[in-house]
């Protein structure tokens, strides 16, 4: 008996309809997304100077920029972008996210400064943009839609290094 079969029998028998078609796609889509072998790095708390460009949103914890309430990373009007740091494999990414004109732009850095071949790539649950980031670490993507983005740093010879993923919202 094929796995077809088996499953088609185990429905039946369980008297459960199919798994609708957008469920399916979210779950493949979803998959999609994954990083074999890849090294997800851990937040590190960044306080930010006074002046800095970094500040937190308002109503949000000044050590990690989420609402405590949803986890969310807050851009209202006239707030400023809130910066983030990861850090795993030797490897820091800074990341600050912003809505502006109702498009999440996606600022950053990696460190130690980047070698020959690194990509830094942003990706959302619909879109992925890749940029080579500049000789001190610096990358920059914009026009991305609000919502769930993940930073991946891809280094030759060497697994991805990404950060969780962050829900921005306008």
Known sequence: MSEEYLLAALRMAA???PVPGRVSADARAAFALRLPGGVIAAPVKVSAPPGARSAPATGTSPETGTSPETGTYGTAPG???????????????????????????????????PGPGWEVEVRTAHISKT?????????????????????????????PVSTRWLHVRA
């Open 131 to 159: 940029r080579a980031p500049s000789e001190s670490g610096h990358f920059a993507v914009s026009g991305l839609p609000p919502g769930w983005v993940s930073v991946v740093c891809h280094r030759p010879g060497l697994p």
């Open 15 to 17: 008297g459960v309809d």
């Open 79 to 113: 707030d400023g972008p809130a910066m983030r740091r990861f850090t795993a494999d030797g490897l820091t990414i800074d990341v600050e996210p912003a809505v502006v004109g109702g498009r999440l732009e996606v600022a950053g850095q990696v460190s130690p400064p």
